[in-house]
Structures are given as C-alpha cells and as structure tokens.
C-alpha cells in the first residue's frame, strides 16, 4: 500500500513543545500563521545554554488550515498566551515571555497587563500598530476578497521554508491588527527588562517598530538589537544563532 505523505502541518517539528528544566521559564510563541516549527532551533539553542524550562505553545486556529485561522481572533490567541503562561508558571519560579512577530505582540501584551508573573521580555519582530495605509486600506473594502495571499517565509537564507498559511482571511487579519495597536498603547506599562531584536529588512512588520517600543516603555532595562542579515523570520534566518545568544543571555541577567 503506498503511505500518503505527512502534511507539513502534521510534521513533529510544526507542534507544540516543552523542553524540561530548572525553575527559571521561557515561553516562546511563533508567529502569525505560523507553527513552532519557526522558534523551534532557537528554542532548543537556549534551553541547551541556559538550562531554562522552555515553552512552545500552538496559538489557536494555527497549525491546521486557514478556515481555521477564520474561526479565530484576537481574543483566541490572547487566551492562547495566557493558558500557556498559567501552565508554565505553575512550575517555573519565573518566566520570562518572548515570541516573533505577532508571539512578540503577545508577549508585549501579557506582560503589560500581567507584570507580577512575568520577569522579562523578548520582541523578535514585534508588530505594535504601525502599517502603511495601502495595506490596511484593503481590508475594509466592502467587496473584497475573503482572503489574501500569506505573509510566510520571509527569509533571506535560501533554501529555509517556514511552516506557515498560504493565504490569510481578511477578516482574521483585522483582529492582528486591533491587537498590535492596543499592544501598542500599552506599551507604557511595560517595566520590566526587555530583549528587543529587529531585522534591519522587514518585509512584514514596519522594522520602526522597534524603536517604538524602545522609547515607549517604562522599562530601566532596555536592550534593542538590529538584526542584519536576516528578514522578517529571523528565527529560521541567517541571525538565529545570534538571536539565541542574545536570548540566552538576556534570561541569565533577568533572573541573576
């Protein structure tokens, strides 16, 4: 009998994951559209160097199809972060929250509003509301189309794919955007140390976003990295190693 080929979606490295260690917690989350499969290397780098407990959680209506991403919106993948945020926290003494992209508006967003349970911050890539009008314009146009083509694999490296969507429905990226710009507001509430990493060529997310968020928050502790040889997946992208470094010893100092 011949075997039906693995969908990418069913691959082991495009599911959630946890990686036991000591007391000090990172939860990591991927992008939007995206799978574990994009955070995955650099996960297992940090949890190697660091000893960290290391969590990748899949957000809601990721990982399987786009009509299922249509059935979702922000408050899915805001309760997404916060369930895995709860669970990694019940054994962990602290966590430290960090993602790529649309994970690093969650991460932001959590620890803005939940600041006695997180200890630091990673933005890989974070979006926090700034976009170009032609490309939220679209969105609202009464007879558009139910989707639009995928924003995945922005990758300088040839030959690295990212696990992602093909196409996005328009409705589901109107809820991205009214989470990164009330992520965006909140950023003044943000106090604890954070990790900023950005890709110098963006093809997403506005790399001025970075700065942003640097000069928006409350935070003492304040570190912002340019990221120059990858693109918008730096993850999977020329810089991973490097972005594992700066991630590893980011949580040494946040939990020195």
């Known amino acids: ?116 349970k997180i200890h630091g911050v990673v933005s890989i890539n974070g979006s926090t509301g700034l976009y170009r009008p032609e490309v939220v314009a679209p969105l609202y146009e009464p007879q558009g189309a139910a989707f639009i083509s995928g924003i995945g694999s922005d990758i300088a490296e040839p030959g690295t794919t990212e696990i992602c969507y093909d196409r996005i429905p328009r409705e589901t990226l109107k809820e991205r955007f009214l989470l990164t710009n009330a992520t965006g507001a909140l950023l003044p509430l943000i106090r604890q140390p954070i990790l900023i990493l950005q890709s110098r060529r963006d093809n997403v997310v506005d790399p001025q976003n970075a700065p942003r968020i640097a000069t928006s928050v409350a935070s003492s502790d304040i570190q912002l990295g340019w990221l120059e040889r990858s693109y918008h997946v730096a993850t999977l992208d020329y810089d991973r190693g490097l972005i594992a470094e700066r991630i590893t010893e980011f949580l040494r100092r946040c939990t020195a």
């Open 1 to 116: 009998m011949k075997q039906m080929p693995i969908a990418p979606f069913d691959l082991p490295q495009a599911q959630p994951f946890l990686l036991e260690g000591s007391d000090i917690g990172f939860l990591f989350f991927h992008g939007f559209t995206s799978t574990p499969q994009s955070v995955r290397e650099v996960a297992l780098a940090v949890h190697a160097a660091s000893g960290a407990t290391v969590s990748c959680p899949l957000l809601a209506g990721h990982g399987k199809d786009p009509a299922a991403l249509a059935q979702t919106g922000q408050s899915d993948w805001v309760g997404s972060a916060e369930a895995a945020l709860e669970t990694l926290s019940a054994r962990c003494a602290r966590v430290i929250v960090g993602g790529l992209s649309l994970g690093a508006t969650l991460s932001l967003n959590l620890a803005a509003r939940m600041p006695d």
